[in-house]
């Protein structure tokens, strides 16, 4: 009766496990039937949209301020120091199943272009250095917030300028292409929007 028992044991441990290997190979590895070919594009496709914004680089920059409104009867001015950081990635969620194809261990995908994707102001870090206002003049209230969205396009072009973009669409194609090594694909190829 005893031996019966572990037999029984035995057999549904090989075959749970039997079950457990073809559910993992199942979705590791590509199959090369078109049926199989489908269900493994449309996962992969969803496990990438999953990853939605991939952001592969973040800069962080100081940048010095200086805002006037000059008139003759006086002049409003401010003077910022502002502490901005900029994500730059690439929006995997825009990515469709034309843009996906699984050939048995080889996967081509179309990347969409890397583009800035946050750029902001860390307000905590950032400063007012100077504040005056002319003996004639009101207290302009909306000069130190010109003065933020000011700061902000400064950024937005420097980085631009900078290459993040560049970086980024790099970045992003070795993390994919480590994703999808790890997936079990032996061939990866990207290729631009």
Known sequence: MQQRIFLSF??????????????????RLP??????VIAVTSELL??????????TVRYVIEKVVLLEDVKWYG?????????????AGIDLSRVQP???EVKGRSILLRLPSA?????????????????????????DKDLEQNARRQAL??????????GILREAEERAR??????????????VTFKGE
């Open 10 to 27: 035995g057999l549904g441990l090989a075959l749970a496990f039997a079950v457990s290997l073809g559910v993992i190979l199942g979705r």
């Open 31 to 36: 199959m090369s039937d078109r049926s199989s």
């Open 46 to 55: 969803r496990r990438v949209q999953d990853l939605n914004q991939l952001v």
């Open 75 to 87: 002049e409003n001015r401010v003077l910022m120091v502002v502490h901005g950081h900029a994500n």
């Open 98 to 100: 034309q843009h996906l």
């Open 115 to 139: 583009r800035l994707l946050d750029v902001y102001l860390d307000d905590r870090r950032s400063q007012v250095v100077e504040r005056s206002t002319g003996l004639l003049r009101e207290f």
């Open 153 to 162: 396009d400064t950024i937005r072009v420097a980085v631009r300028d900078s």
């Open 174 to 187: 070795r993390q994919l292409e480590t994703l999808f090594r790890a997936a079990g694909f032996e061939s």
